[in-house]
């Protein structure tokens, strides 16, 4: 079974940057679709990116040109760069594989961006 750890939520003020990683089991991570996803208090869970195993990445429009998706997959893990961060990304944070049309989801991290 595929296991994913998310790690490096917190809280952190208006406009300040926070880095999420997020570590995965398995040997077949260089081939797996990778993605970010978000849910605040009281709403359904959205798409925040997305990057592919080739590495093209995508964004939803509220964080594009302020986030950033990587992977490394020497680690196996993909991160999230959140720069100029608003209260309004208050959220938990999850990670999802794909891998053979099959998706893994990790347990989240809490992001609270509040003065």
């Known amino acids: 079974q595929v296991q994913l750890v998310e790690s490096g939520g917190g809280l952190v003020q208006p406009g300040g940057s926070l880095r999420l990683s997020c570590a995965a089991s398995?040997?077949?991570?260089?081939?797996?679709?990778l993605g970010w996803y978000r849910q605040a208090p009281g709403k359904q869970r959205e798409l925040v990116a997305t990057?592919?195993?080739?590495?093209?990445?995508t964004y939803a429009d509220f964080v594009k040109g302020r986030f950033t998706i990587s992977r490394e997959n020497a680690k196996n893990t993909v991160y999230l760069e959140m720069n100029s961060l608003r209260p309004e990304d208050t959220a938990v944070y999850y990670c999802?594989?794909?891998?053979?049309?099959?998706?893994?989801w990790g347990q989240g991290t809490q992001v609270t961006v509040s003065s």
């Open positions: 999802r594989l794909t891998r053979y049309a099959i998706d893994y």
């Open positions: 398995g040997s077949s991570f260089s081939i797996s679709a």
């Open positions: 990057i592919t195993w080739g590495g093209d990445a």
